[in-house]
């Protein structure tokens, strides 16, 4: 088994390699690359209806939900820290830049919202400390859209690992925050107002500073 980087097994998953997922004792989770490469559906158009105004896609993979952000009209930029899925992103006409969301953003404090999709929020293994640091990104008075894991699943933090048949990536920390977690997670961050929102078999919190 060949150690890569964490960007280099992405990147493999992401042109066709099946891959997993793995969490200490936890059963391996194939990554669903195949969804996330498609075209948005009903649901994830749900989750682009929540979002208001010029909207940065954080952690946008291959770009289905920059894609539909565009197509619903917002100013939009997805950012993630892979090449091949800024490359796959741009390829659908959607602006896409390599960035780590802790690294300086373009337009930092002037997006009207923040998309955390597709489990995003586990980006760096302390959704507190991502959500403070994508409050900076926003603008006065605006929100972060975060897709959650549903009820009754408590919030992990630690490391994974990503393999595929002949390589695995070095560990990184992620996180998983679902529905019971959200307001004193997000309390933390510094959003004290929280509306729920489910979206078929999916859920989606809306954070902001003030009561919308």
């Known amino acids: 088994m060949i150690d890569q980087s964490f960007s280099e097994v992405f990147a493999s998953a992401l042109h066709g390699s099946p891959t997993v997922v793995v969490r200490s004792g936890e059963e391996p989770v194939a990554l669903p690359v195949d969804r996330w490469r498609r075209a948005a559906d009903d649901l994830d158009r749900g989750l682009?209806?929540?979002?208001?105004?010029?909207?940065?896609d954080i952690g946008c993979g291959?770009?289905?939900?920059?894609?539909?952000?565009?197509?619903?009209?917002?100013?939009t930029?997805?950012?993630?820290v892979v090449d091949a899925a800024v490359a796959l992103t741009r390829l659908r006409g959607a602006s896409a830049v390599q960035r780590d969301v802790f690294d300086r953003v373009p337009g930092e404090g002037r997006w009207h919202s923040a998309l955390l999709a597709?489990?995003?929020i586990g980006i760096g293994g302390n959704p507190v400390a991502l959500l403070q640091r994508v409050r900076a990104l926003l603008a006065p008075g605006g929100r972060v859209v975060v897709e959650v894991a549903p009820p009754g699943i408590s919030q992990i933090r630690g490391w994974a690992v990503l393999e595929t048949a002949d390589r695995r990536s070095r560990p990184f920390r992620w996180a998983t925050l679902g529905v019971d977690d959200v307001a004193r997670t997000a309390g933390a961050a510094g959003f004290p107002a929280q509306t729920i929102?489910?979206?078929g078999d999916r859920w989606a919190a809306v954070l902001t500073e003030v009561p919308s």
């Open 48 to 56: 682009v209806g929540l979002c208001v105004g010029p909207t940065i």
């Open 62 to 75: 291959p770009g289905r939900m920059t894609e539909a952000l565009m197509a619903a009209g917002h100013l």
């Open 197 to 199: 929102h489910r979206l």
């Open 118 to 120: 597709d489990g995003n």
């Open 77 to 80: 930029l997805g950012i993630d």
